[in-house]
T-cell receptor, first 115, second 115 residues
Framework: GAGVSQSPRYKVAKRGQDVALRCDPI?????LFWYQQALGQGPEFLTY????????KSGLPSDRFFAERPEGSVSTLKIQRTQQEDSAVYLC?????????????FGAGTRLSVL | AQKITQTQPGMFVQEKEAVTLDCTYD???????LFWYKQPSSGEMIFLIY??????QNATEGRYSLNFQKARKSANLVISASQLGDSAMYFC????????????FGAGTRLFVKA
């Protein structure tokens, strides 16, 4: 597609459920990022992939969060045993190369609400 | 440590006038990039403008310009000839190039353009 696509757009989960959020980056983009955006705040970095390699996962808040990009294209962010504090918008971004100054293009996000 | 500060939670501007959104940053790196993104109510982050730390000229992209003052560590966004469609959240972001791939964002400024 022309842009970064994320699904679902909205997800409601009961506390303790596992969720999986999908990101389809722009075709040919090597780099992929996940961010968490709490209400009224700026995005916070979660993790970074270069192709299928996860090069930085320093922002993942706990071991309940797991991300993968097995074929270097589509990525999935999985949250196990969701908690209320996980409620946020999860943004995915992709960029053309691994060079640091490459512009990141964002998807519209998945809004996760944990009840 | 990296840090981005946006001190204006909200700003009002009259249509067709210019507005400046403030951004200051903190880094010990000599090589870094500064970015501005727009986030309308739809949620998608839209890239506006980029400034590299070694760029001598201030960046410009159409109605957007970046007032880069390296010694003061400020990177203010100037929007000229404001339009109603400019009403949105605006985020300043920074990426250090020395290592890692993390981009950090400020808390944002909500801009309201009045007719």
């Amino acid at each position: 597609g022309a842009g970064v696509s994320q699904s679902p757009r909205y997800k409601v989960a009961k506390r303790g459920q596992d969720v999986a959020l999908r990101c389809d980056p722009i075709s040919g983009h090597v780099s992929l990022f996940w961010y968490q955006q709490a209400l009224g705040q700026g995005p916070e970095f979660l993790t970074y992939f270069q192709n299928e390699a996860q090069l930085d996962k320093s922002g993942l808040p706990s071991d309940r969060f797991f991300a993968e990009r097995p074929e270097g294209s589509v990525s999935t962010l999985k949250i196990q045993r969701t908690q209320q504090e996980d409620s946020a918008v999860y943004l995915c971004a992709s960029s053309l190369g691994g060079v640091a100054k490459n512009i990141q293009y964002f998807g519209a996000g998945t809004r996760l609400s944990v009840l | 440590a990296q840090k981005i500060t946006q001190t204006q939670p909200g700003m009002f501007v009259q249509e067709k006038e210019a507005v400046t959104l403030d951004c200051t940053y903190d880094t010990s790196d000599q090589s870094y990039g500064l970015f501005w993104y727009k986030q309308p109510s739809s949620g998608e982050m839209i890239f506006l403008i980029y400034q590299g730390s070694y760029d001598e000229q201030n960046a410009t992209e159409g109605r957007y310009s970046l007032n880069f003052q390296k010694a003061r560590k400020s990177a203010n966004l100037v929007i000229s000839a404001s339009q109603l469609g400019d009403s949105a959240m605006y985020f300043c972001a920074m990426r250090e190039y020395s290592g890692g791939f993390k981009t950090i964002f400020g808390a944002g400024t909500r801009l309201f353009v009045k007719a």
